[in-house]
């Protein structure tokens, strides 16, 4: 075990055996993982003999290395993107007006958003008045409105 733990072959061979892997696994991980058996291959063409343990030892060394210059890479990336309010399309109608369908009766009614039609929260007010949208409920089933 200790000959292939010295062997520089072995530490690139795990190195490009680790890039691979990255291929399969989610995230950017095991490619600065690579990158540091790839640095612990070079550091023994460099610098002969280095016993196995201050090998292994490097290898952790050059790991967390790796994985910190990898996460400032990574980490500064725009994370914006062209569709802000995917997933989240209440947020998307805040400040938006539109007539009620149905009137609100007791703080709930209906009414007609482009082609959906939803829940809606607020003052009571007469069928056809014209509301505004600034939020949602608590709970998150119903659009907030109030009188435009």
């Known amino acids: 075990m200790t000959g292939l733990l010295t062997s520089p072959w072995s530490w690139a061979i795990a190195g490009l055996a680790l890039a691979m892997l990255e291929t399969m696994a989610p995230g950017v991980f095991m490619l600065w993982v690579g990158l540091a058996a790839f640095a612990n291959a070079l550091l023994l063409v460099v610098v002969q003999p280095i016993s196995a343990e201050w090998l292994l030892m490097t290898f952790c060394a050059f790991t967390v290395v790796s994985v910190l210059i990898g996460r400032k890479i990574y980490g500064a990336r725009d994370l914006s993107n062209d569709a802000p309010f995917l997933n989240r399309r209440a947020a998307a109608l ?43 409920t608590p709970d998150g089933t119903m659009l907030r409105v109030e009188a435009a």
Do not use: C, F, H, Y
Request: charged share 25%; proline share 5%.
């Open 94 to 136: 805040v400040g938006r007006e539109t007539r009620l369908q149905a009137a609100i009766e007791d703080g709930v009614g209906v009414a007609n958003i482009d082609d959906t039609v939803w829940r809606v929260a607020g003052p009571d007010l007469p069928q056809g008045a014209r509301v505004k949208i600034v939020g949602m």
